[in-house]
């Protein structure tokens, strides 16, 4: 038999070989090519760090003061879950979904947002059974296979809120007033809101045949995704972002004139909420958003520079999605920010990273009246840059002040039926107990004095939401108990 010829052996190989008795080879080196991040990634260096950690603080303790508890889903849930939520004809499913089959068999994607994920969680932990409104905050990497740009990646962060089991308008308000808080918090400047209603399911479909009526008269002005988008899905027309469509897009029915009683009163109430809160905000008719599930408001929150091409962050009312997902209809509300995008704008305004700061006011209210009321006070001591933090989810006076201790705060300022009534604060000093009856108008300078003569408090590192024990510590809840029979709130001084 004849031997078999030798195969080659491949050059590599040929390098390592090193027997006693073949000849050693001169060392030949192979130039391997470094590989490199996957198209649209990112690495976080080191010295963004500083950026990152205070962007988390800053979304943890808002988050915190708004009384929402954290959430963390899968970044990978099944591909039929953002078919569902957000919408079979929409950009971010069609075209920019990472979905792949697994070695199981398993039809899965990549999380291209996070509402979808914590709604299916909502529903698979049955939180329906917990007290609601169930709020919800997480943060972490998305993915979308867009076209990658600066400030556009394919894998991205967010940080996002959910507020699940209520339809009530001051959520829609709360929400963007929590968005504000953090952008504010952070430093950014001259931030817009601009805001919308996508109507529901009542005013819309006659919404969206009126406006298909307008774009088929103007068809032949429309780019090549537009003329598809009329058959398909003549809402996502609107936010097109071809100059040409957009000229087109600028004379369309507007939904505002085309929404039902419901959807109408909802919006004037968010307006007339923002409008107490005195953030400014601005009519966009065009903004509809990506997505499929919204219903009702719809915002989003954009940096002053006119060069910006795009929005910090946004989010809206989803009444149907829960129920879309196969759990009890409930209606909720959330926004989400991208991280990028804010660090972005921190570097653009020259903001300063300030130093990780204590809480030194709790503000407490009772009654809805109160909670009115404290959501300004909020926002003029904030403005005044008194770190003041308050747990608006919760209703007692007993709870609010547990938060309070907790936190170490120095004072506790509270707010009752009387008080809202009388334009009046009660300000109680935390360490001696003592209390006073400020007036409202003088408040924010009263603080400032005591603050400055009150010894310094230790300070507190950023906690997550304390989880409430009982119904009793929510909205509505047990108001009356805590009024003395002068209306004033009665303080038990007992250690529950
Ligand atoms: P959306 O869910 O599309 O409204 O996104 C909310 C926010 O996330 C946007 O306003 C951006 O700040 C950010 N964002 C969305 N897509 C990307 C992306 N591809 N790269 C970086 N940030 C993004």
Redesign the pocket.
């Known amino acids: 038999m004849g031997r078999k010829p030798k195969k080659p052996i491949p050059e590599e190989m040929d390098i390592d070989m090193d027997t006693d008795t073949a000849p050693k080879p001169a060392k030949k080196r192979v130039k391997r090519e470094p590989l490199q991040l996957v198209k649209g990634m990112k690495d976080i260096l080191p010295a963004e760090w500083k950026y990152w950690d205070f962007v988390f603080h800053t979304v943890q303790k808002v988050a915190m003061t708004f009384g929402f508890d954290r959430i963390e889903t899968p970044v990978l849930e099944p591909t039929p879950l953002f078919v569902r939520g957000v919408g079979e004809e929409t950009d971010i499913v069609e075209k920019e979904l990472y979905s792949f089959t697994d070695r199981g068999k398993n039809d899965v994607a990549l999380r291209p ?1 996070f509402t979808s994920g914590v709604s299916r969680a909502y529903i698979e932990h049955g939180m329906h059974n917990l007290p609601q409104p169930v709020k919800l905050f997480s943060m972490g990497p998305l993915f ?1 296979h ?1 076209r990658p740009q600066a ?4 894998q ?1 962060w ?1 940080f996002n809120f959910e507020i699940i089991g209520e339809k009530n308008p001051v959520l829609d308000a709360q929400i963007i007033q929590l968005a504000w808080r953090i952008y504010r918090t952070i430093g950014l400047k001259d931030l817009t809101v601009q805001i919308n209603s996508v109507g529901d399911e009542n005013c819309r479909p006659q919404y969206v045949s009126a406006l298909k009526e307008y774009f088929e008269m103007h068809e032949n002005k429309l780019c090549k995704d537009c003329k598809r988008r009329l058959t398909r899905n003549p809402l996502r027309i609107l936010d097109c972002k071809e100059e040409k469509c957009q000229r087109v897009a600028s004379e369309a029915p507007q939904f505002l004139d085309h929404l039902c009683d419901e959807c109408s009163v909802h919006f004037k109430n968010v307006l007339e909420y923002l409008d107490e809160l005195g953030i400014p905000y601005e009519l966009n008719a065009s903004l509809v ?3 499929d599930y919204y219903t009702k408001t719809a915002f ?1 929150i954009w940096p002053s520079k006119t060069s910006a091409q ?5 989010g809206g009312r989803y009444d149907n999605l829960l129920e879309m997902l196969g759990g009890q209809s409930k209606p909720a509300v959330g926004f ?3 991280i ?3 660090i972005m704008a921190i570097q653009e305004q020259n903001i300063d990273i300030p130093q990780v700061r204590k809480a030194d006011v709790f503000l407490a209210q009772l009654s809805e009246m109160a909670k009115k009321k404290s959501l300004k006070v909020f926002e003029e001591l904030r403005d005044a840059n008194i770190d003041v933090v308050e747990a608006l989810g919760k209703n007692s006076l007993k709870s609010q002040l547990k938060v309070a201790d907790k936190l170490g705060v120095r004072l506790a300022l509270i707010i009752g039926q009387k008080e809202a009534i009388d334009g009046t604060i009660i300000v109680r000093d935390m360490e001696s107990g003592i209390q006073e009856i400020v007036d409202r108008s003088k408040i924010v300078r009263d603080v400032q004095r005591r603050l400055e003569k009150a010894p310094a408090a230790p300070v507190v590192k950023p906690q997550l939401p304390l989880k409430p024990e009982r119904e009793s510590d929510f909205i509505g809840a047990d108001d009356e108990a805590d009024l003395g029979g002068d209306g004033r709130p009665d303080i038990d001084e007992s250690n529950e």
């Open positions: 947002e979308r867009d400030g556009r990646y394919r991205f967010q958003r990506g997505l989003e795009s929005a910090l962050g946004g989400a920010g991208g990028e995008r804010v």
